[in-house]
């Protein structure tokens, strides 16, 4: 298939240099002086060297935030956004070179218009609506009022397949309320964070505001949330990670959000539009080759259209393209070799656990496939609600069908998994969408949608396993935020 990009073009971008992360507003290498390698999982072949970051990089990143703080946190709360949309303006400027790093990084093709800097103009719109309370008091030479104040330095780890995303979601968030951070993104996508940082820094934001540090998880990633200087922590990843990074924030009496994962479920009744919703599970299962937290993995099918449901499913999965980002194709490749053990793996469960494999299971080779850690969209038919790949979170391209007789089964298979992300329902009935709607044990629920898409600043977060606290609402900035109660009583002036 003919590249519709120049692949290598995109890391002549003057938005990244080799080897280094920021820190105190400058660009450095890792006090060891290692690196580790980035590398293309389209082909195995080296994108670039990162620091490999060591918790004396993430001190001497908190240490420069720290430096930061007194001037950040005062500065008026209307020059912050204006920072932000600033910022904002030079991310929309440089969209395009972002996008491709980001599908150089984590494999992916061109998702559609970039979200970054409409995620930063929404998170900048509320740095300056942060209000306090006034509170009623005993006497009236008494004033009460509530503060919203930031924490100070605060730290989060951001997984690989949404690098860019992430990045913006906790930074901008984060530093809109007044705080400064410590980030470290995931080695295997670094590139994006990096840029994106970059022009944060060419908006005027100070320096020491934003720090990143790269490395590994077990390194650098580690030392953030075990620092004694930092003061709440964001996190997004797997559960055990998160359990982790958990017990080191309890030991320093931190708050933590943690976003964890899912095995979303997509409801499907007698009356849905079932070639809509064919096409959009397809879709939302293979989007990112099913490296998405959000994606729709278990459909629960009223018997009386299953078997319709899973043609039209196998249908729209073979029209899915497979290649490397550059070319036209609607699907890339896994991130790591990792990945690619970890999803097959799942694949031989699904086998060997009794399910029937309708499409796909295995991986393309030779041509544009080269090396890379490519996987064929994969169904799944007649799983059981206990199989292995209906319960745990595959974070791959594969689809498992489980078949129901009623609405009563249909709720307790689909709540019948440890997560609670996200789920959706396919119905054309009001009352079967309001009841499941309420029943269904998730942060975000869809009807007649398969990622619950298409809301403006919906909080986000998940119920169970999946995490808790919330990004990306109305309240963003207000996460960031501790409140302090004032009770101000007026001096006393002799003989009043």
Not at 109 to 118: T, V
Not at 228 to 249: H, L
């Amino acid at each position: 298939m003919t590249a519709v990009i120049d692949p290598q073009a995109t890391l002549d971008t003057p938005l990244l240099a080799d080897s280094v992360q920021l820190i105190g507003g400058e660009w450095v290498p890792a006090a060891s002086g290692e690196t580790l390698e980035v590398i293309n999982p389209a082909n195995r072949e080296l994108l670039s060297r990162i620091p490999r970051g060591t918790a004396a990089d993430v001190d001497a990143a908190v240490q420069a935030a720290e430096r930061a703080l007194p001037g950040w946190r005062d500065t008026n709360a209307t020059a912050r956004a204006g920072l932000l949309f600033r910022w904002a303006a030079l991310v929309e400027e440089h969209a395009g070179i972002l996008d491709q790093l980001e599908s150089r990084d984590v494999g992916r093709p061109h998702w559609g218009p970039s979200p970054l800097a409409g995620m930063i103009r929404f998170i900048a719109g509320q740095a300056d609506k942060v209000h306090g309370l006034s509170l009623p008091t005993y006497s009236p030479d008494v004033l009460g009022f509530t503060l919203r104040e930031p924490y100070g330095v605060v730290g989060a780890i951001i997984p690989w397949n949404a690098p860019g995303p992430m990045f913006t979601n906790e930074v901008a968030a984060a530093i809109a309320a007044g705080n400064t951070i410590v980030i470290k993104p995931a080695e295997d996508a670094p590139l994006a964070p990096l840029a994106i940082a970059r022009l944060a820094m060419d908006a005027g934001i100070p320096a020491g505001v934003i720090n990143v540090v790269t490395g590994l998880g077990a390194e650098a990633g580690a030392a953030i949330p075990n620092h004694p200087g930092i003061r709440r922590v964001g996190f997004t990843g797997s559960p055990a990670t998160g359990s982790t990074v958990m017990e080191a924030c309890a030991r320093n009496l931190i708050p933590l959000h943690l976003e964890l994962g899912g095995k979303s479920p997509q409801v499907i009744f007698p009356d849905a539009e079932l070639a809509t919703a064919a096409q959009a599970i397809a879709s939302g299962i293979t989007l990112n080759t099913g490296q998405i937290c959000a994606a729709g993995s278990r459909v629960v099918v009223h018997r009386s259209v299953h078997q319709e449901m899973v043609e039209r499913l196998a249908a729209a999965m073979q029209q899915v393209t497979v290649g490397p980002w550059y070319q036209q194709v609607n699907m890339g490749p896994l991130i790591n070799g990792k990945q690619h053990e970890r999803v097959m793996g799942y694949i031989e469960a699904g086998r060997s656990g009794g399910a029937d494999l309708v499409l796909g299971g295995d991986t393309p080779s030779g041509g544009d496939f080269g090396d890379g850690f490519f996987v064929n969209p994969t169904l799944f038919d007649n799983v059981s609600p206990d199989m292995t790949i209906a319960q745990e979170e595959i974070f791959g391209p594969v689809l498992s069908v489980i078949p129901v007789d009623d609405e009563q089964e249909a709720i307790e298979v689909a709540n019948g998994v440890d997560y609670g992300l996200v789920a959706s329902v396919w119905t054309e009935d009001v009352g079967t969408a309001v009841r499941m709607s309420r029943a269904l044990q998730a942060g975000q629920v869809g009807v007649n949608n398969a990622l619950g898409a298409g809301v403006i600043g919906g909080p986000f977060g998940g119920y169970k396993s999946s995490g808790f606290g919330r990004t990306m609402g109305a309240d963003a900035v207000l996460n960031w935020t501790q409140t302090k109660t004032v009770s101000m009583r007026g001096a006393t002036r002799p003989g009043n």
